[in-house]
């Protein structure tokens, strides 16, 4: 069975870094485009960024710009999101989820179970 697996949430302080990883399990990441999500309790889901698999990359949360940045190593079947500057907003389970095109179109098909990114500010 195919799946996304996310790791490298954890407790963070405002200002700080994480590094959150997005690995494919039984498919090749290479020819798709993969999402980043996010979800704060109460809230509905909404876009963090998104990588083609060409690697070009686009953002849905204008909050993130010049802070967080999306990128992937098809050698390693991985899918990055560097985050600096955390906010306490930005309490959420962050989630990846595959594309089925080439190109961030579209609904994801494919979600990863997700994984807790929690500002102890």
């Known amino acids: 069975q195919l799946k996304i697996v996310e790791s490298g949430g954890g407790l963070v302080q405002s200002g700080g870094s994480l590094r959150l990883s997005c690995a494919a399990v039984r498919f090749t990441l290479d020819y798709y485009a993969i999402g980043w999500f996010r979800q704060a309790r109460g809230n509905e889901r909404g876009g963090v960024q998104c990588i083609s698999s060409e690697g070009e990359s686009t953002t849905y949360a204008d909050s993130v710009k010049g802070r967080f940045t999306v990128s992937r190593d098809n050698s390693k079947n991985t899918v990055y999101l560097q985050m600096n500057s955390l906010e306490p907003g930005e309490t959420a389970v962050y989630y990846c989820?595959?594309?089925?095109?080439?190109?961030?179109?579209?609904?994801?098909?494919?979600w990863g179970q997700g994984t807790q990114v929690t500002d102890t500010s």
């Open positions: 989820a595959r594309y089925s095109e080439v190109e961030c179109w579209g609904t994801p098909t494919t």
